[in-house]
């Protein structure tokens, strides 16, 4: 097995040691970046994922099941401990000919506990809205309902962050409709959801 001169091993090591070096640096600017974006103006949120849907009644299965699930968020900063913003989550699935979405559109707001925090709790209410369709029969709901979350938002630049998520919506005391017509009433919609989003602030 061939050997490095001592000069190429002192240039080997001179070189090991600048790209340390180099890397370092990028790190500590990157953290340095990251640590310095600051929560302020508007800002815009796309979340995407999974989750699951119960509809509890008294002719209901109440069994969950999972589908896909997103939100968009818009809104405004108060300070660096509060934002405010208008949120639509949905969850939907397809099976056996049957299409369910269960959708909410609330008012929210997102709490940190100190203006460097990244983990936010979100408390919200609103309208939630059911539909299931199964060859040209529909079975719908609209109700108040609120929402609940928590979050934490991870920077990735100036002005983007990258933020796991979970979501919880309800609605009890839903009138379902069959066709227009009220058929079950004191049902509790309820959604949870979790997944990625992306901020730009």
């Not at 600017?29 to 600051?38: E, L």
């Not at 990258?162 to 919506?169: I, T």
């Not at 609605?171 to 066709?179: G, S, V």
């Not at 309820?190 to 730009?200: D, E, I, P, Y």
Request: proline fraction near 4%; charged fraction near 15%.
């Amino acid at each position: 097995m061939p050997r490095l001169s001592r000069a190429e091993s002192k240039h080997t090591r001179g070189s090991a040691t600048g790209a340390f070096t180099l890397a370092a640096a990028m790190a500590v600017g990157t953290a340095a970046d990251a640590s310095a974006q600051t929560r302020e103006g508007q800002f815009i949120s796309f979340g995407l994922g999974g989750g699951f849907d119960q509809i509890s009644c008294e002719v209901c299965s109440g069994t969950p099941k999972s589908g896909l699930a997103g939100f968009v968020r818009f809104g405004g900063t108060v300070s660096d401990r509060l934002l405010l913003a208008a949120e639509f989550d949905a969850w939907t699935k397809g099976e056996e000919g049957v299409r369910q979405i269960l959708g909410s559109l609330t008012a929210v707001a997102l709490l940190y506990a100190d203006p460097e925090a990244r983990v936010h709790v979100k408390l919200g209410a609103g309208a939630v809205g059911y539909r299931a369709s199964e060859d040209g029969d529909d079975l719908t709901a609209l109700t108040p309902g609120v929402i609940a979350g928590l979050g934490y938002d991870y920077p990735i630049g100036e002005t983007l962050s990258l933020s796991p998520f979970a979501n919880l919506v309800v609605a009890p005391f839903a009138t379902l409709k069959a066709d227009g017509d009220p058929a079950v009433s004191g049902a509790t919609l309820a959604m949870l959801t979790g997944g990625l989003s992306l901020t730009w602030h």
